[in-house]
RNA sequence: GCAGAGAGCUGGAUGGCCGUGGGGGCGUAAGCCCGCGAGGAAAGUCCGGACUCCACAAAGCAACGGUGCCGGGUAACGCCCGGCCGGGGAAACCCGAGGGAAAGCGCCACAGAAAACAGACCGCUCUCGCUUGCGAGAGUAAGGGUGAAACGGUGGGGUAAGAGCCCACCGCGCGGCUGGCAACAGCGGCGGCACGGCAAGCCCCACCGGGAGCAAUGCCAAAUAGGGACCGCGUGUGCGCAAGCACAGGAGCGCUUUGCUCCGAGCAGGUCCGGGUUGGCAGCUUGAGGUGUCUGGUAACAGGCACCCUAGAUGAAUGGUCAUUGAACUGGCUUCGGUCGGGGAACAGAAUCCGGCUUAUAGGCUCUCUGCGCGU
């Protein structure tokens, strides 16, 4: 009836992280987006880096060498929790992201990286999409810069 | 035109570009093309079914749950339609858990003398006594006061005062006739009045009802922990060589009766089955299906004919953007006709499928009816 939804343990913190790799940026506007399916990816994802905007939260984590999904991938996952709101607010908020995702990641994404976009409640569905557009890239630099 | 009542519909529109979930076609492939893609409530999960799996010897009884005026509709319903009765309204119409209180139990707060079986607080009348406005006795229940409700009501006669004590009408009860399939209604007769209310407290009566749900269920693949069944040998007493029969015991089928089934202490063995986890496929959308039309019916609805195929996802598709237009609401100007701006669409998102109910819902539209007013 209802999608599964974020579950709301706060299980967040310190993950595995990598050096940051120099990439090319060019040539990549038509590469296949996988969308993440498995729970486990999800939680995966929740224990590595994270980084708020005002209308969303963004997960990001490099696989390790031995999973089996092509290194070359960036996969990307949406989550809404409850209280984000009911059906449509939530669905609202995940086609939004969707959107932001599909117009920014292919070009800003790592390859070899997972990373999850959460919504807000209101805030998600009520931001201009091109402020969505930058607050999705300032994050992406944010979480791409290694460790202090 | 104004006020009101009922029934129904609608739920921003059009186009371009980019994207998305199924389906079809082309292609070795990358990919390209075509077509389809949320609601009236998709919601709450409250009723009723379809469909699956499980359970099920019969009858009676009991328990539990539900329904409750009558007739019809339906696959079925607690739903719908028509009618009856009671209540509200000037009317159109609206509301009603609307069987049984002489089967039984229980309750009826406060107030009041008295709350269910009769009785008498203030009174009223008569008699007696005297201290002359009080006491005693008898009669009475009309009047007063209390209450949601006070042992029929109103009027007249009657009386010491009164009382169905008598009479008329109304109410009530009993039995009859007429109309109606029925609930019930009408009419006239008899009875002087017995039987207060609550069944949404228990209860009685009639009728209905196995359980779980698509995470059902079936299949495939991977992966592994050791649960169960059957076979074989073995099993109380009596009779019997034995097979078996009888008896006793225990267990199961809600209970009873009839009836049936099973069991008995283990094990070196043999054969087979199932369970949880993850993924995939089926179930999965052609159905009590829609639209139009004709026929029957007051209607709910039923039947005939023609045409149509209209989401099938599973971390779950319907979105983004641009242009034109744009309801409510709102600011200014106004010659009250408008005009220039702002603003940017309610409740809400399919999850096996149907029939209902309930709840949420900005605004707009249509039809019918009632009352009043105006015009012709």
């Given at each position: 009836m209802t999608p599964p939804e974020t579950?709301?343990?706060?299980?967040?913190?310190n993950g595995t992280s990598s050096p940051a790799v120099s990439v090319c940026?060019?040539?990549?506007?038509d590469v296949a987006l996988p969308v993440l399916k498995k729970r486990s990816d999800f939680l995966a994802a929740s224990r590595a880096r994270k980084q708020g905007t005002k209308a969303m939260m963004i997960q990001a984590r490099k696989r390790r060498?031995?999973?089996?999904?092509?290194?070359s991938l960036v996969r990307v996952g949406f989550t809404c929790s409850k209280k984000v709101g009911n059906a449509v607010a939530r669905n609202r908020a995940k086609r939004r992201m969707r959107e932001v995702a599909r117009a920014i990641l292919p070009a800003y994404g790592k390859p070899g990286w997972d990373y999850v976009l959460i919504g807000r409640k209101d805030a998600t569905a009520a931001r201009d999409i091109q402020t969505l557009q930058g607050d999705l890239k300032w994050a992406l630099r944010k979480l791409h810069a290694p460790r202090s």
């Open positions: 579950p709301t343990d706060g299980t967040a913190t940026l060019d040539d990549k506007a060498d031995d999973e089996t999904v092509d290194p």
